[in-house]
């Protein structure tokens, strides 16, 4: 007996593709789109594809790794080699030279406040102890 619907769109070769547009940052819609489905199709094909949801799996993770070194890098300051471009009477002449980028404060809280949030959380909790009494008085109608 034939299934219901549509027959799939799904192509083997969607597993790698949806990788590396995974890797490149691209969310679940922007998939879809590329391959011309629905978002809901793509959740389909997860679930059907045990390959297709691990492979989006993975791109997501290098795609987070990325940016977590990134931050990271920021929030520790860092330097890279770069060449600066000058015109000396229309003659160019490029310099290389290191750039410094500093620590970032911000940064610096955003990752600690993730990573270890016991420590660097806004919210601090007070824990108060001792006894309370509470003396409840009934009043007659007429009171």
């Given at each position: ?9 799904f192509k083997?070769e ?9 890797q ?8 879809a ?6 978002d809901?199709?793509i959740?389909?094909w ?8 691990q ?13 977590e ?24 002449i ?17 990752w600690?406040?993730?990573?270890r ?15 309370v009494?509470?003396?409840?008085v009934?009043?007659s109608?007429?009171?």
């Open positions: 007996m034939m299934p219901a619907g549509r027959p799939t769109k083997h969607y597993i790698e593709q949806a990788k590396k547009l995974a490149l940052g691209a969310t679940d819609k922007e998939i789109d590329f391959f011309e489905v629905t809901r199709t959740n389909r997860k679930l059907e594809s045990d390959e297709f949801c492979s989006l799996r993975m791109g997501k993770s290098f795609a987070d790794d990325r940016v070194r990134a931050l990271y890098h920021r929030a520790t300051g860092y330097s890279h080699e770069a060449v600066k471009m000058f015109n000396a009477g229309g003659e160019i490029s310099e290389a030279y290191t750039e410094h980028y500093p620590p970032d404060t911000t940064a610096a809280i955003f600690l406040k993730n990573r949030p016991k420590e660097w959380r806004d919210k601090t909790e007070t824990e108060l102890t001792g006894n009494t509470v003396n409840l009934r009043f109608d007429e009171q």
